[in-house]
Each structure stands twice: as structure tokens, then as C-alpha cells.
């Protein structure tokens, strides 16, 4: 056999040109990476639209433009790689560039000799319904911890909450913003100027808009201290009730004064259930702190009041009761419902498959279904967090998280219909909102027209009762028949 020798010279010498050869590959032969990284496309209103790059086409295929929009003059809001130049025409493009998208259009990335194509196209919101816009805090309003809508005398309301943190000497806004097309938001200076809380709901009863319950920590901004006890000098506790009216959205009456007998208010709680039905509204659980701990109330805690000043408290009869934690409450055809949700703390084994009615305002309750997972014609996916929403006799169900056959815990994105409040079926593909994220309790709101609103949601939550810590700020429309 023959031995292969070499000096350290010649070994020098051949390790010195490997390297060479191995850089001068890898130079030759890395593609260099240049193109668009992010792009907007900027109406003639000022409404911007996230678009997405699928290898050659630049679209907003996950936003939607609004019904309306003129497609002549859209310019473009675009981050290229380092030393990317973008052309349109042999032109630089800048965001003053106006491009007519009402066919698509191309544009280039230039980067040295080096050239990329980019077929740019315009997508616009279908009659069923697409999204408004991705994110409300790019259009005044501020990123909330919680909020809630209602749509009252022509505009939209939203009632906020913005804490720093839960303790007593926190800075904190408790503010209410107003909308006239759900996009745009400008702070309302109410009278008093601090509405609301961590959790407030509201609702539009008889004419009048109602701020119900919530928590308040800290100092707010506008001056006004914190209201509530606190519990281990932190977290307040639930014995506050809170609750407001106003008439025009701007002037508002506190409603609680302090003279009520004991046991005639509810207990003061967040993130309560409310619903209008037969000229009252309901209400029932939510959520308090206790010992350190985001908890639930008490769902057989069912209240009603036809002016959100005087509460009656409704204690059900019979075998089947309303008691569930997250759980759906709406009204529909004469008749209080509730369906979904969990039996105590959020878990794949208590989770409710029933759904129930009652004729009488809560006091005796009917078993519509007793199991819906037993019926292969049921769609409905037992799921707490769930909405349900009416328009002209037909029921609406959106969002919620339901369990899988792993027990663990899916978002559900697909949207439900249901004219008798039993039987559920899911929407045809092409009239499901397109790219619609699944998501815990959406706010969803009757507007004018045949239109629903979906404001948000819950995008992350933690806890055995699923305290949120990240929310969305997107707006839908769904066109319902």
C-alpha cells in the first residue's frame, strides 16, 4: 500500500486554496435575498390594508378593502431589503405613486442588476362580508386591556379600559371613545369625565346606552381616584356595584347611590353576561378577584332590570337550570336562551352540550337539547366564550374555544347559523368571513341594515377561567340574509 505524505508547506498550501475555493462557492452560488418585506395599500381615504407576499404577487388577501373603495388610486406603503430600490413604469415608486388597481398592475425590486417582479392586486370585500381593518389603534383608539361595544343613536360606542398595573397607585384611563363607521375613534369628554372600568359592559336598553359593572384600579389620567375597595391593599374586591345611563353618549347618570338596601343590587363583577329581552335586560356571571385569583361568579346568579337603576334578582325553578361559566345568553323568539360554556372552570370534561330556553324571564327553564354532540345534523361543537347574535329570525353563532379529541383546547373560526336555536349548521365556505382568526369572547353588534359587526376578542388568555392577556383589534362585517 502506498503512503501519502505531505510537508506543512504543501499542507499550508492546500488548505489555503480550499478555503478560497469553499468563499468563492459560496459567493457564486448564494442567491442574493432582496424583494419586498412588508407592504400597505393606501386608499384615496386614508384606510391602509396589510398585504401579504406570495412569491410573486403582492395582495391583501388577509384585509380586505371596504365595499366602495375606488380602485384608481391606491398608493403603496412598502419596506424592501437593504439596497432594494421599487420601480413601477421605469419609475421609482414612492407613497406618492398612485397606482390603478382596478387591474392588477406590476412592480419591480431592483437591487443591482439583480430584478424581481411583483404582480400587485387589489382585493375587495365581498357582499357577505370581510374585514374593516386590522388593527382599531392605528385609528385612535388606545390598546385597551378590555373593552366593549354597542352601537347606539347612529354611532358606534366603545368603552375601554388601559391599566398599567392593579395596584392602588397605578395611572390607568377608564375612557369611552365613539365610532361612525367602526374604524375611526375620537375620545368622548364625558360628564363625569371617567366612565366605566376593567370589564364594563355595555348595553342599550329603552333608549338609553348603560355602563354595567367593571373594576376600577389606581389613579386615573383625568383625575378622578379609584372607587373600590381593595383586597390585601391590590386587587378589589366584588362588593361595589357599578352602573350608568346616558342619553345622548356623553352626559351620564350614576345609577347606584348608595341608598339601596341590602341584597337589591348584584354584586359588582366584570366581564358579565348581558342581553336585552322583552324591554329588560339580563344579566348573569362574569368574573371577580378573590384570593389573588381571576374567578367566576356564581352563574345561577341570574339579575334582570328594566332600567339598570332597580335590579330584581331571578332565582330559576327546576331540574334544568341555567348554570354554566361562559356560557352564550341571548334572545330569540320570545324566549331567553343560553347554550355553551363550562359547568365550573374551564376543562374539556365541563364543557355544557345542552341547550336551554325559558318562556317566563328566567324563572323556569326548558332542556331544548340535551346533548348536542349526539345529533350528526348538529354543527354546534360544544365551546365556551361563544356569541350568539339575531337578525330577523335567524341566530348567528361566532367564535368560542372548544376541546378536540386530545382534549386540547382549538379556536374556532368557522361561523354557525340557526332559525330555531336548536339545530346549528355551518355557513357555506363562500359565506364564511375569509381569513377570520378564531377568537374567545368577539363583541358582535347589530348595526344598521343587514349588517353584523365583530369587534376583537380575546386572542390569548391564562388561568382555569381564562383571564384575557392578549386581545384583537380588528373589525369585521358579515352581511347576513
Not at 251 to 276: D, H
Not at 341 to 364: E, N, P, R
Request: some cysteine; proline content about 3%; aromatic content about 10%.
Amino acid at each position: 500500500m502506498k503512503r501519502i505524505t505531505l510537508t506543512l508547506r504543501a499542507l499550508a498550501v492546500v488548505l489555503l486554496f480550499s478555503t478560497i475555493a469553499l468563499y468563492s462557492c459560496k459567493d457564486d452560488d448564494a442567491p442574493k435575498v432582496f424583494g419586498v418585506v412588508t407592504a400597505k395599500m393606501i386608499a384615496g381615504d386614508g384606510r391602509s390594508y396589510n398585504c401579504v407576499v406570495e412569491g410573486d404577487r403582492l395582495i391583501n388577501s388577509a384585509d380586505s378593502m371596504k365595499m366602495g373603495t375606488d380602485l384608481s388610486a391606491i398608493s403603496l406603503e412598502i419596506e424592501a431589503s437593504m439596497g432594494t430600490e421599487m420601480y413601477y413604469n421605469n419609475a421609482p415608486l414612492t407613497k406618492e405613486t398612485v397606482l390603478d388597481l382596478t387591474s392588477p398592475v406590476t412592480i419591480q425590486a431592483r437591487n443591482g442588476g439583480d430584478i424581481k417582479s411583483y404582480r400587485v392586486e387589489a382585493v375587495i370585500q365581498t357582499m357577505l362580508g370581510a374585514k374593516v381593518t386590522s388593527d382599531m389603534t392605528a385609528t385612535g383608539l388606545p390598546k385597551f386591556h378590555s373593552y366593549d361595544m354597542a352601537y347606539f343613536k347612529g354611532k358606534f360606542y366603545c368603552i375601554g379600559a388601559d391599566i398599567a398595573d392593579k395596584a392602588p397607585e397605578s395611572k390607568t384611563f377608564y375612557q369611552l371613545y365613539s365610532s361612525e363607521d367602526g374604524e375611526n375613534w375620537m375620545k368622548v369628554s364625558t360628564n363625569p369625565k371617567v366612565i366605566g372600568g376593567y370589564g364594563t359592559k355595555l348595553v342599550v336598553l329603552n333608549g338609553k346606552l348603560l355602563a354595567l359593572g367593571g373594576y376600577r384600579w389606581g389613579t386615573d389620567e383625568n383625575g378622578d381616584v379609584h372607587s373600590q375597595e381593595s383586597w390585601a391593599g391590590v386587587e378589589p374586591i366584588s362588593t361595589a356595584w357599578a352602573a350608568l345611563s346616558s342619553t345622548d353618549g356623553t352626559n351620564w347618570t350614576n345609577l347606584v347611590t348608595g341608598e339601596e338596601e341590602a341584597g337589591t343590587l348584584p354584586s359588582g363583577r366584570m366581564f358579565a353576561n348581558v342581553c336585552v329581552h322583552g324591554g329588560k335586560v339580563y344579566m348573569n356571571g362574569g368574573n371577580m378577584f378573590g384570593y389573588g385569583m381571576f374567578q367566576s361568579m356564581g352563574e345561577g346568579n341570574l339579575w334582570t332590570s328594566a332600567d339598570g337603576k332597580t335590579w330584581e334578582k331571578v332565582l330559576p325553578e327546576g331540574e334544568a337550570r341555567p348554570f354554566r361559566y361562559a356560557g352564550a345568553l341571548f334572545s330569540f323568539d320570545g324566549k331567553l336562551w343560553t347554550l355553551g360554556g363550562v359547568q365550573s372552570f374551564i376543562s374539556a370534561s365541563q364543557v355544557k352540550k345542552d341547550i336551554l330556553s325559558s318562556a317566563d324571564g328566567g324563572v323556569t327553564w326548558v332542556t331544548e337539547v340535551e346533548d348536542v354532540t349526539a345529533d350528526a345534523a348538529n354543527a354546534f361543537n360544544p365551546r365556551w366564550g361563544v356569541k350568539v347574535a339575531e337578525h330577523d329570525g335567524v341566530l348567528y353563532m361566532i367564535g368560542g374555544c372548544g376541546f378536540d379529541g386530545e382534549e386540547a383546547q382549538t379556536l374556532a373560526t368557522d361561523i354557525l347559523r340557526s332559525t330555531d336555536g336548536k339545530t346549528w349548521t355551518v355557513l357555506e365556505a363562500d359565506e364564511q368571513l375569509p381569513n377570520f382568526e378564531g377568537r374567545v369572547n368577539p363583541i358582535v353588534v347589530n348595526g344598521d341594515g343587514s349588517l353584523l359587526w365583530i369587534f376583537g376578542g380575546t386572542k390569548a388568555f391564562t388561568g382555569n377561567y381564562a383571564e384575557p392577556t392578549e386581545l384583537f383589534y380588528d373589525v369585521w362585517q358579515k352581511v347576513v340574509k
